[in-house]
Each structure stands twice: as structure tokens, then as C-alpha cells.
């Protein structure tokens, strides 16, 4: 599309947003495209954006043409630079190892079974006591 002032400063707003979720962001790339020329039916804008932080590039490419929410191209450029916004949060979330921790089995140590009755004492590693029983 031809250069926009408008547009060029709103895109520049939005990748100074990105810093909040990646303060570590050395460079930011961003192509605003309108393939389509259907004077009937509107530009659909595609919209890709490449971010780079130390070790990785991050890209995101919203083409336009699946959604005709995109003939604006400033709901274009919000759904690209959101899509941004939810990989670098995974990246630094990745790098700050901030993902959940796998939950471990419980262990425990039989302390008294009953195998004519069907049933048993565990004492968790914790120190509880929980009463189990078999099926076979």
C-alpha cells in the first residue's frame, strides 16, 4: 500500500507496546501489504510483522484474505500486533521457565496390608495416611 502517515504512526505505537512483554525486542519489522484489489468488495490488508529478540525471530503473518474484518486496515495491523504480543509472552515465559510444573505421582510406602479383607494402609512420603484398596 502506499506509505500513510496515520498509519505508520499507529504502527509505531503498537511496537513500542510490544516492549512491555519483551524488553529485550532489537529490532521490529513491520509490512503492511493490500494484495487484493477487488474495488467491489474492498482491500483485505495482510499484515506480517517480524520481532527480534537475542536467540530467536518471532513472526507473525495475518493475511487478510480469510477475514473481511481486515478491509480496515487498523483492525488489520490490532490482530497482528495481538498475535505478536501472545508469542513473545510464550518466548519470555519459555526463557524465564515460568510454565507450570508437571505434577509428580504421589509416593508413599505400604505400612500395613489386609489381603484376606481386600485392603491396605500407604503413608505418603508427606506423612499422611490414606487407606487403599484392591479390586482383585
Known amino acids: 500500500m502506499e506509505p500513510s502517515p496515520a498509519v505508520e504512526t499507529r ?3 503498537l511496537a513500542s ?14 509490512t503492511v501489504d493490500a494484495p487484493h484489489r477487488r474495488h467491489h468488495q474492498g482491500q483485505l490488508y495482510d ?3 517480524q520481532v527480534r529478540v537475542p536467540g530467536k ?8 484474505s480469510r ?8 483492525v488489520a ?3 497482528a500486533f495481538e498475535a505478536a504480543t501472545r508469542k513473545l509472552e510464550d518466548h519470555a515465559r519459555k526463557r524465564d521457565h515460568r510454565t507450570r510444573p508437571h505434577e509428580t505421582a504421589p509416593r508413599g510406602h505400604v505400612v ?3 489381603p484376606q479383607e481386600g485392603y491396605g ?4 512420603d508427606a506423612g499422611s495416611k490414606c487407606t487403599s484398596t484392591s479390586t482383585a
Open 11 to 13: 504502527v509505531r505505537e
Open 17 to 30: 507496546h510490544l516492549e512491555r512483554f519483551e524488553d529485550r525486542i532489537t529490532s521490529c519489522h513491520v
Open 47 to 49: 499484515v506480517r510483522i
Open 57 to 64: 525471530d518471532i513472526s507473525v503473518n495475518r493475511e487478510g
Open 67 to 74: 477475514n473481511h474484518a481486515h478491509e480496515d486496515v487498523y
Open 77 to 79: 495491523l490490532r490482530d
Open 112 to 114: 500395613r496390608m489386609f
Open 121 to 124: 494402609f500407604i503413608e505418603s
